[in-house]
């Protein structure tokens, strides 16, 4: 097995643990706690996600990129890793006062206060978890290792400890924990491992990677109008009910794509490595053709699956209260193929060849607009607007990568 299949390997089997373990725990749950309870977790999970998002800052790929390139300097490695942890505790700190002030305000917010506090361990957990080191430096199978063992560990605990309706704050801090537990476990085989020597945080080295990152945040920001919103706007809209229907085939649904990721990040160092050589661009082009078969045959597959098992999956998986979810898993099946195209184009051709300011200018549109039209059609049409509004937003950034790279004379292999 060559060193980019092992990579893509041990990544697919992270993801695999990443989505598995919540599906495992996830007919339980749904059981358990009830439609109710089930939805003020998604939903209130669904806030802490842009949290997420702020205190990741777009280090996944900025931060990857820079390992990458200096993987045989521990000196520039160990600034990297310094600054950016630094950065990432600084903007989990703000989004707690932040988190603070909301629930002040917001009646919504504060009922579900205990439930706030238990999921913002996943807040803590993602500027702790240092996920861009391994891959920037290829250690995917400890990364495989770190995630499984910090994904599997809580998963007995739902079972003891997850007995009632009344327990929903316990499942949301089993549900956030791995993070925390992934950090812990990523600090010993750093320090085992002499990765990293000792090094000063500096402000220029700060604002040189918040610059640098601050078009992928952007682009990570304005994605959320089409993601983390879709909850917000049900509650809304559509009523509970709908927000538990649609969080728990959210689930299956991302799994479902979770093949896209580990795949997108496995090739990107060596795309964006191959990318600086322009002696290399026929081996670039090869890797990034059999990588898109491969990615978008996946999604086709679990699509199809999705599709014509819904009725299936939803009342002997999810349970028969959660039957209505059926529509969500057939509406929603298709949506990973185009995800996947934009994936490839995104990340393997822009952000490869350093041109993520024009990637930012399109998500910078596109989830604004996405808001817009989202509130208004699930405003007039409930979950069918919803759906219609995630494929437009989907379809439309799609067909702008496309058009901006001929426009650029970018290849889009």
């Known amino acids: 097995m060559t060193g980019i299949t092992k990579n893509i390997f041990y990544l697919i089997l992270v993801q695999a643990v990443i989505y598995l373990a919540p599906l495992i725990t996830l007919p339980y749950l749904t059981r358990t706690l009830n439609v109710s309870n089930y939805a003020a977790l998604g939903f209130t999970q669904s806030i802490i996600q842009y949290f997420i998002l702020i205190t990741d800052y777009g280090f996944g790929i900025t931060a990857t990129r820079l390992i990458a390139i200096n993987n045989s300097n521990n000196k520039n490695i160990s600034s990297v890793v310094a600054n950016t942890i630094a950065i990432k505790l600084l903007l989990a700190g703000a989004s707690a006062i932040f988190l603070l002030v909301l629930i002040t305000c917001f009646y919504d917010i504060r009922e579900n206060t205990a439930l706030i506090f238990a999921c913002f361990l996943g807040v803590i957990g993602n500027a702790l978890f240092p996920t861009w080191l391994f891959q920037g430096l290829e250690k995917m199978r400890v990364l495989a290792l770190i995630t499984g063992a910090s994904r599997i560990i809580p998963l007995p605990l739902f079972f003891i400890f997850v007995k009632n309706t009344d327990d929903v704050v316990i499942a949301a801090i089993l549900q956030n924990i791995p993070g925390v537990i992934a950090a812990i476990f990523s600090f010993y085989y750093i320090y085992s491992k002499n990765i990293f020597i000792e090094t000063k945080v500096s402000l220029s080295s700060i604002k040189t990677l918040l610059k640098e990152g601050w078009p992928v945040f952007l682009s990570n920001i304005s994605t959320s109008f089409y993601t983390t919103i879709n909850i917000v706007l049900l509650k809304i809209f559509a009523g509970t009910d709908q927000v538990a229907y649609f969080a728990a085939t959210d689930k299956i649904r991302i799994a479902a794509q979770g093949f896209i990721q580990p795949i997108a990040s496995a090739l990107f ?31 086709f597959f679990c699509g199809f699956v999705m599709y014509f098992f819904a009725e299936t999956i939803a009342e002997r998986y999810l349970g028969k209260a959660f039957l209505p979810a059926a529509f969500y898993l057939k509406s929603l099946a298709f949506l990973p193929v185009i995800i996947a195209i934009a994936t490839i184009l995104s990340q393997w051709r822009f952000l490869a060849l350093g041109e993520s300011k024009i990637l930012s200018k399109i998500y910078l549109i596109a989830g604004p607009l996405h808001a817009l039209y989202a509130t208004f059609l699930t405003y007039q049409y409930q979950s069918n607007g919803l759906i219609a509004s995630l494929y437009i937003t989907e379809i439309s950034i799609t067909v702008a990568m496309v058009a901006v790279a001929r426009k650029k004379n970018i290849s889009l292999l």
Do not use: N, T
């Not at 990318?275 to 890797?287: F, I, T, V, Y």
């Open 269 to 299: 160092p060596r795309i964006a490595a191959l990318s600086q050589d322009p002696r290399k661009a026929e081996e670039s082009k090869a890797l990034i053709k059999r990588g898109a078969i491969l990615l978008v045959g996946l999604e």
